[in-house]
């Protein structure tokens, strides 16, 4: 999870939340519950399992998603993370502070057992979703203070883009990294993790705005296309690796063409 100090070009258009408040909020408190169950039923060793993440095993995975949910349970903490993130940033000359962010939340977990970061994560489960629920609509249409490096561009994001959608998509997919860092299989359905595929797939087609066939497959896969293309097939759940950055768990599959379109997660 690294990031190159370099400038980037920046795009212009902001990234708004494709759905609404309340269902985005649903979404997010299964993800949280499904997230609690994994943590729930690790054996002791599969703790120290390394994650395609760069440096971090799946108890360092975990301590960042804890501090994340932390971090959006209650303003004073956000602003405490945020503040930190952002000035280790400028020292370390970065474009942006997500890094820095991510760092100091496993380095704040660091020393918990595997036990405490399970109470940790089931105690602040609701607290997060309730955090994430209050922000104001107004708030929500805000720009972020921060650009956001995607696919080597800056980009602005609305505070509703990142409270409804990348909030939720960070446990989910680092969900599926203690999955395949450990073995086990996920809990996949049509009507969460399909719902999360589903939106991952149509802001990947916006943001490379050109024909496609995609047809996933699995419990939250489905037949995507606009235009004539030639069909792009494999699992839903590898997609989603494939364009956040990561290896396909299942399949040797390489991204070229319209799979190397990033999709921040």
Same mark, same amino acid.
């Given at each position: 999870?690294?990031?190159? #100090?370099?400038?980037?070009?920046? #795009?212009?258009? &902001?990234?708004?939340?494709?759905?609404?408040?309340?269902?985005?909020?649903?979404?997010?408190?299964?993800?949280?519950?499904?997230?609690?169950?994994?943590?729930?039923? @690790?054996? %002791?060793?599969?703790?120290?399992?390394?994650?395609?993440?760069?440096?971090?095993?799946?108890?360092?995975?975990?301590?960042?998603?804890?501090?994340?949910?932390?971090?959006?349970?209650?303003?004073?903490?956000?602003?405490?993370?945020?503040?930190?993130?952002? #000035?280790?940033?400028?020292?370390?000359?970065? %474009?942006?502070?997500?890094?820095?962010?991510?760092?100091?939340?496993?380095?704040?977990?660091?020393?918990?057992?595997?036990?405490?970061?399970?109470? $940790? *994560?089931?105690? /602040?489960?609701?607290?997060?979703?309730?955090?994430?629920? $209050?922000?104001?609509?107004?708030?929500? $249409?805000?720009?972020?203070?921060?650009?956001?490096?995607?696919?080597?561009?800056?980009?602005?994001?609305?505070?509703? *883009?990142?409270?409804? !959608? !990348?909030?939720? &998509?960070?446990?989910?997919?680092?969900?599926?990294? !203690?999955?395949?860092?450990?073995?086990? %299989?996920? #809990?996949?359905?049509?009507?969460?993790?399909?719902? !999360?595929?589903?939106?991952?797939?149509?802001?990947?087609?916006?943001?490379?705005?050109?024909? *496609?066939?995609?047809?996933?497959?699995?419990?939250?896969?489905?037949?995507?296309?606009?235009?004539?293309?030639? %069909?792009?097939? /494999?699992?839903?759940?590898?997609?989603?690796?494939?364009?956040?950055?990561?290896?396909?768990?299942?399949?040797?599959?390489?991204?070229?063409?319209? @799979?190397?379109?990033?999709?921040?997660?």
């Amino acid at each position: 999870m690294t990031t190159t #100090r370099t400038t980037a070009p920046s #795009r212009s258009t &902001r990234r708004v939340a494709p759905i609404d408040h309340d269902p985005a909020m649903r979404l997010a408190a299964t993800e949280y519950e499904r997230g609690g169950e994994l943590l729930a039923g @690790l054996a %002791p060793e599969q703790w120290a399992a390394p994650t395609v993440n760069t440096g971090w095993d799946v108890r360092a995975t975990v301590g960042h998603m804890v501090g994340m949910m932390d971090m959006v349970s209650g303003v004073p903490r956000l602003i405490r993370q945020q503040v930190a993130a952002m #000035r280790a940033a400028r020292r370390a000359g970065a %474009p942006t502070s997500i890094d820095e962010l991510t760092a100091l939340q496993v380095r704040l977990n660091a020393g918990l057992t595997a036990a405490d970061l399970v109470a $940790r *994560y089931r105690a /602040l489960a609701p607290k997060a979703v309730r955090g994430r629920r $209050r922000v104001p609509g107004l708030v929500r $249409r805000r720009t972020l203070p921060e650009r956001q490096l995607v696919d080597g561009q800056l980009e602005w994001w609305t505070i509703g *883009y990142l409270v409804d !959608i !990348i909030l939720t &998509r960070d446990p989910f997919m680092h969900r599926l990294d !203690i999955h395949a860092a450990t073995g086990l %299989p996920p #809990r996949i359905t049509a009507e969460h993790e399909g719902r !999360i595929v589903d939106q991952v797939v149509r802001e990947w087609a916006d943001r490379h705005g050109r024909p *496609y066939t995609l047809d996933l497959t699995g419990p939250a896969g489905g037949h995507w296309s606009s235009g004539d293309a030639e %069909p792009i097939s /494999l699992d839903a759940l590898d997609f989603c690796r494939i364009v956040s950055g990561r290896p396909a768990a299942t399949t040797a599959v390489e991204p070229t063409g319209l @799979l190397t379109t990033a999709v921040p997660f």
